[in-house]
């Protein structure tokens, strides 16, 4: 037996904006909390769980009760409720969708399953609103797990249950996103990427604009690879303050652009020696996580002071380059340990 495994938002469903939408209203109107950034590759879990605690962590300093959640997700699907009713053409499917999971859930070849980081209260509401027959088809959410991989390897528990497959011989998650594909290959499962081409330039052996070929779709499915998850990252550590304005004039530009003529960058296996030279007892740093096949700028590998190539890039960094944010702090003995997110590069 095998496993297909389907996001929701960009997905199954033209649902992405409205979702957007109504999820940064639902924290003014609950909680008072506005200028939310909607740069949801800049979370550390691009989930609706990790970014709550990470909304909360950064602009209330502490977790959300358990109570709190009950609300904001109660106003997100009331707001959710309320955009359907002024407007249904909002909760649309992606071309093709309904028929290809009708389809293969009828097929004996391939179990079925939704895999999303939205919680499950919303992701029902937004298949129900875009007419999916969803009573037999098993959902993993945001509810069960903080990160796409542990709601992916949730999806996949939960069909070998419900199926009573021991192991499925092969498994294909389909979904839009960069971190779909970076989920896909961290827990080495085949990949099908939806919308443009933008994902083969992440590692997406397989793209395809929507469903509505059904053999197309059926043979890419049976050929589906796992995806390289091929983003040449180059990394900097920055001051937050710098990287908050540069967000709002939609370029990065480092003291020693003016100084030395370029921005100081570094590959994975370099950023912690650079940070413990350079950054020793620092607060209020973040790290730039950079796709450098996406900067604009000139980049330049040259020797440093401490020896060995480092990327350099000669001009302003436009933002759009920047794909991931970490916050980057000294420890109480001011040196810096190695954050998670940099390790999984390596």
């Not at 992916?152 to 996103?177: H, M, P, R, S």
Request: hydrophobic share 45%.
């Amino acid at each position: 037996m095998q496993l297909v495994i389907f996001d929701i938002d960009g997905t199954l469903t033209n649902t992405y904006k409205i979702d957007e939408d109504c999820f940064v209203r639902a924290f003014a109107l609950e909680f008072g909390i506005f200028g939310i950034n909607t740069n949801w590759s800049e979370y550390s879990y691009t989930t609706d769980s990790g970014i709550t605690q990470q909304i909360f962590k950064e602009k209330l300093e502490r977790l959300p009760s358990d109570e709190e959640l009950v609300r904001i997700k109660a106003r997100f699907v009331s707001l959710l409720q309320e955009a359907f009713i002024n407007n249904q053409d909002l909760f649309s499917e992606i071309p093709g969708s309904a028929n290809v999971l009708a389809k293969l859930h009828l097929d004996s070849d391939w179990c079925v399953a939704i895999a999303t980081g939205g919680w499950r209260e919303s992701a029902k509401l937004k298949l129900q609103k875009a007419k999916f027959q969803m009573e037999s088809i098993l959902l993993a959410s945001a509810n069960d797990a903080l990160s796409r991989e542990d709601i992916l390897k949730t999806a996949i528990i939960k069909a070998e249950n419900l199926y009573q497959v021991e192991k499925f011989q092969k498994v294909v998650f389909v979904g839009d996103g960069v971190w779909d594909v970076k989920a896909a290959h961290r827990l080495s499962i085949a990949f099908i990427g939806i919308g443009d081409n933008k994902l083969t330039n992440v590692g997406a052996t397989k793209v395809i604009k929507d469903f509505t070929n059904l053999k197309d779709f059926l043979k890419i499915l049976q050929s589906a690879e796992i995806p390289r998850f091929s983003m040449n990252t180059i990394l900097h550590i920055a001051k937050r303050q710098q990287w908050e304005q540069a967000k709002n004039i939609g370029t990065y530009r480092a003291d020693s652009l003016d100084i030395e003529g370029f921005i100081h960058c570094s590959k994975s296996a370099q950023i912690l020696k650079v940070a413990n030279t350079f950054f020793d007892n620092q607060k209020e740093l973040v790290i730039l996580f950079i796709d450098s096949a996406q900067i604009q700028a000139e980049i330049r590998y040259e020797p440093a002071e401490i020896g060995e190539l480092f990327p350099h890039i000669y001009g302003e960094l436009n933002i759009d380059a920047v794909y991931q944010v970490i916050d980057f702090e000294a420890g109480e003995d001011g040196f810096f340990e190695l954050p998670q997110e940099v390790i999984n590069l390596e």
